[in-house]
């Protein structure tokens, strides 16, 4: 639903393409707008005169003429629908109250979509939209909302004199940015600017900005899916939907400039280091690589991550005999990577996009045969599935403050068991008698309330096995009697509570010191 800057651009537009306008003032306020134009004017006596300004779909100009930039009737329904208005010009003004909320002034006599015309104050040179707001159609002055519309609506006017010659001044201030192609001259990051018959492109490596495209100067939207920053100025017209936010499908002007902002990506992509590219780049690069007959042009650029969280290019990848893939950190992965194993990791968006696309039939990217990491770990001997962490001291902060309170924890429900840290993709083993060890995956959050809880059910798990956990643990009726026992004696739930509250009244490093439970 089109807001109040739409319909103030819609006035806006009006204004730049009058005949003769070479200024438009606006002034913009939380009670209302005016859109003053100093070029030729409308004939209000006239039957086309107000034809154009009064019935929806009317209008003076074509969508192809790249001459104007707007088109009256789209622009007179969201006008009328943000307040009552007054559009002024020469000796006479027509005025609107589309809902009936104005028993005063012009609009005494108005309502509904039908305009009335009255004799102006005095005469006026060029034309005059007032739009007096509805006060639901207004953000609060005092809000962040507010200060966006106004910030938005320079935005939406940035390049209009670069290409019309038309001035567009904002609440005082000057809306136009210059020559868009000096948009990127002074950006810190990578850039190019190019122009050809069609548009103005200034691009520059900033891929979490997006692109701003602009039509014949007036914006339009920002896109993402380059993987760039700048501003894209068409030379005319872009097709447009009905809110003006978007490109049509079939708009045979973006098509030919969409062909020349890849190339310029490409080339730009090109002064961009492999370290500085950005995940979702690199998704871009794969993607283009993948639509393309041949994926020889970034096939070196080192796009993918290995489990080591280092990086491999494609050329690389096909060359190797088998490859593995795990998804985030796997015990052993990056073991087998420090001996030559060539182990991919898709938490990497871009290494997920790749593995998606080798399995795809219609694209050209082919890589080698997988084999199971984890047996592959096995079989060279760096991972055996469970590994206790003999020096604590590498732990982190958090992981040694789970170990000591799972620590106390056994102390104080009576559990007879030392317990440790280890890596293991259970979230705890034990031998069944001496010793329980505990892993990152027995904690679900970092909040304390959540993990202290967390861990008060795992040291109580591993406490109900009477034999060893590892690999294939048993869970049968004896093992679920002994758990739920644990888990639902009042002694155990009073002692747990009773912690906690130890904690949150004196702090962890107090309850450490009186358990003597340190690393």
Known sequence: MADLTDAIREAVQNGIDS????????????????????????????????????????????????????????????????????????????????????????????????????????????????????EDEVPDPDSYRWRRYVRDLRKRFAYVQSRTGVSVVINGEPVDKGDPLKAVADSPHPSLTRETEDAILALEYTPHEGLDIYSNGLYVTTKREYGLGGVVVSKGNLTLNFARNDIQSGCDRWQRIDDALEQTRDDLYGEVSDDRLTAESREVMIEAMASESSDEQWAERKLFQLATESRISLKEIQATRKIGWVDGAQKGADKLVERGYVVLDTSDAATQRLRDLATDGDTSIAVPETFDVGEQAESEGVWTGYHRIEDESQLNADQQRYLRFARVLASELGIERDVYYGEASADAWTDGRTYIVITDSAVTSRQRAVWMHDLYLVVLHEAAHETSSRDRPSHGHHFESTYRSLVEEPDNRSSFAGLVQQVVDEGFESVFEEYEVGL
């Open 19 to 134: 005949p003769g306008s070479s200024r438009v003032l606006v002034s913009i306020s939380p009670e209302r707008s005016i859109i003053l134009d100093d070029g030729a004017g409308v004939d209000l006596e006239s039957t086309e005169g107000r034809r154009n300004l009064s019935v929806l779909g009317a209008g003076s100009k074509q969508r192809a003429d790249d001459e104007t930039i707007g088109e009256w009737g789209i622009g007179k329904g969201a006008i009328i629908a943000k307040g009552a208005v007054r559009i002024w010009s020469h000796d006479i003004a027509l005025c609107f109250d589309y809902r009936d909320r104005r028993d005063s002034g012009p609009w005494a006599d108005v309502s509904g979509r039908d305009g009335h015309l009255v004799d102006a104050e005095h005469h006026l040179e060029g034309m005059l939209v007032e739009i007096d707001h509805y």
